[in-house]
């Protein structure tokens, strides 16, 4: 069965940086597109990137653009989400995501990590 398991979230101070990793199994890795999602308090769960199989193409919501960076490593079966500058709205826990699909102006994923905290202070 489809198994993701996210890594490295924390506490850090407004202009700082955090990296995330989750860690997938149960199904063929390198054929599947993945993606990065958060879900902050009293809100909806938002797309944050997604990245496809191969790792050749990327794309980053417009509120984290030129400052959060997806990948990912085929040969370990591990996806990344590198955070640089980090604003207190950026709080929220973070979820990886297999099975992704766009619908609706937005891409939603099928397949859920247990999600990461990421707390940006001011």
């Known amino acids: 069965q489809v198994q993701l398991v996210e890594s490295g979230g924390g506490l850090v101070q407004a202009g700082g940086s955090l990296s995330l990793s989750c860690a997938a199994s149960?199904?063929?890795?390198?054929?599947?597109?993945m993606g990065w999602f958060r879900q902050a308090p009293g809100k909806e769960r938002e797309f944050v990137a997604r990245?496809?199989?191969?790792?050749?193409?990327?794309f980053h919501a417009e509120s984290v653009m030129g400052r959060f960076t997806i990948s990912r490593d085929n040969n370990k079966n591990m996806i990344y989400l590198e955070m640089n500058n980090l604003k207190p709205e950026d709080t929220a826990v973070y979820y990886c995501?297999?099975?992704?699909?766009?619908?609706?102006?937005?891409?939603?994923?099928?397949?859920w990590g247990q999600g990461t905290q990421v707390t940006v202070s001011s």
């Open positions: 995501s297999s099975g992704l699909y766009f619908t609706g102006g937005t891409f939603r994923g099928t397949y």
């Open positions: 149960g199904f063929t890795f390198s054929s599947e597109d």
């Open positions: 990245i496809s199989g191969s790792g050749r193409s990327l």
